[in-house]
């Protein structure tokens, strides 16, 4: 597999994009949020083009790829073929999603042991969630008392560093 080689010394900032041309004539053009697009010299064209009035003025715009006629006239008959099947089979669509086996599968996942252990688990966090809205005054003081232990252990861990060292000083 060939790999494409940006062009460095041939950039240029277009309407706020940074715009490089590879060794196969392709444009990369990267945005400010770090988008990268690659676009053809006619896509890059009709870009700059419909974006001709925004460049006299110097404001920033977005490079739009474009998608071919023949694309857009595939996307449009398969939308159009999937939207007349499911009007024709909207019932047995239905019957399938009613009577599938996904439904049982998830029911036999929840009522399994893991699952029974993970409802319990998120059960006991919402329990704990609405103590703590409940008693806000409780937490707030084991929260300072966690915070005070800390604080002294890194004041006596700091300490005994000190001394530590100053057992080094010259006499």
């Not at 770090?34 to 920033?60: C, H, M, T, V, W």
């Not at 049982?104 to 319990?120: H, P």
């Amino acid at each position: 597999m060939k790999t494409e080689m940006v062009n460095v010394t041939n950039s240029a900032i277009i309407g706020g994009n940074l715009v490089q041309l590879d060794n196969k004539n392709r444009y990369h053009i990267t945005d400010k949020n770090g988008k990268k697009k690659i676009l053809s010299q006619d896509q890059f064209k009709r870009n700059l083009d419909a974006n001709y009035e925004k460049q006299l003025k110097g404001e920033d715009f977005k490079f739009k790829k474009t998608m071919s006629p023949l694309s857009k006239t595939v996307l449009t008959i398969a939308g159009l073929a999937a939207a007349v099947t499911g009007f024709i089979y909207r019932k047995d669509i239905k019957n399938f999603f009613k009577t599938s086996k996904i439904k049982q599968t998830l029911d036999n996942m929840k009522n399994s042991e893991s699952g029974q252990k993970i409802n319990e688990t998120v059960n006991a966090a919402k329990e704990k969630v609405n103590d703590i809205i409940k008693n806000p005054k409780k937490y707030a003081t084991k929260a300072d008392e966690v915070v005070a232990k800390g604080t002294e252990k890194a004041i006596n861990g700091l300490a005994k560093i000190v001394d530590f060292f100053t057992n080094f000083r010259k006499k």
